[in-house]
């Protein structure tokens, strides 16, 4: 099971990482698929959690066009906190982000 893991994870990161065939989107989903590989079951810090949901809002749908939640609900406004700071950056420029942190994350988070 290990080893299939160890392959799969491997196939992921080089799907990722290959531009020559992959479109920036294309790049992107894999990167996504990857995240709930590797963030699961408490993995990864509030603040590593918060970037990449910033970082994955702002490649679908652009600047943050909700209305500031209340403080009360710490989770709805970490979520919006995270995705208002990243107001102004392009879609492209935070899929590519999003793509970097997974990689490094996934670096971080997965043994060999």
């Not at 893991?5 to 990161?13: A, G, K, L, M």
């Not at 709930?36 to 943050?64: A, F, P, R």
Request: one cysteine or more; proline letters at 1%; a positive charge.
């Amino acid at each position: 099971m290990r080893l299939f893991y160890c392959i799969n994870f491997t196939y992921n990161i080089l799907l990722i990482m290959s531009s020559d065939n992959n479109s920036l989107k294309k790049q992107f989903e894999s990167a996504a698929d990857l995240v709930k590989k590797v963030m699961h079951n408490g993995t990864g810090t509030i603040d590593e959690k918060g970037q990449i949901y910033g970082y994955y809002k702002q490649s679908l749908v652009g600047n943050c066009n909700i209305k500031q939640p209340s403080r009360i609900n710490v989770t709805d406004y970490e979520k919006w906190k995270n995705w208002k700071k990243l107001e102004g950056i392009s879609k492209q420029d935070a899929m590519n982000a999003y793509i970097d942190i997974v990689i490094a994350l996934s670096d971080k988070y997965t043994t060999d």
